[in-house]
């Protein structure tokens, strides 16, 4: 069973930034696998942010491009989202997933965005 350990959201005011962390444990030897983000508003639908394969291949939704990066440390089983120039829109609870054989969620971290 993987586990996926999720820090670094907060209140943040417009135009301001906030790295996202999420740790995964328990996971076994795959050929490719994903990290990604994906985000939800009470009485919304998850909707994808971003995630990266075990290659390096990028993808960004297109309201957070070239304010967001994704990153991911293969070593320590990490992926980080550096939020930039946020927005209030922005403000959901962010949850990460890992993506091997299946999917796996983290318990989600709010993120505050205030106007």
């Known amino acids: 069973q993987v586990r996926l350990v999720e820090s670094g959201g907060g209140l943040v005011q417009t135009g301001g930034s906030l790295r996202l962390s999420c740790a995964a444990s328990?996971?076994?030897?795959?050929?490719?696998?994903?990290m990604g983000w994906y985000r939800q508003v009470p009485g919304k639908q998850r909707e994808f942010v971003a995630a990266?394969?075990?290659?390096?291949?990028?993808s960004y939704a297109d309201s957070v491009k070239d304010r967001f990066t994704i990153s991911r440390d293969s070593a320590k089983n990490t992926v980080y989202l550096q939020m930039n120039n946020l927005k209030p829109e922005d403000t959901a609870v962010y949850y990460c997933?890992?993506?091997?054989?299946?999917?796996?969620w983290g318990q989600g971290t709010q993120v505050t965005v205030s106007s």
């Open positions: 990266i394969t075990s290659g390096g291949t990028q």
């Open positions: 997933k890992y993506t091997d054989y299946a999917g796996y």
């Open positions: 328990g996971s076994r030897p795959f050929s490719i696998t994903v």
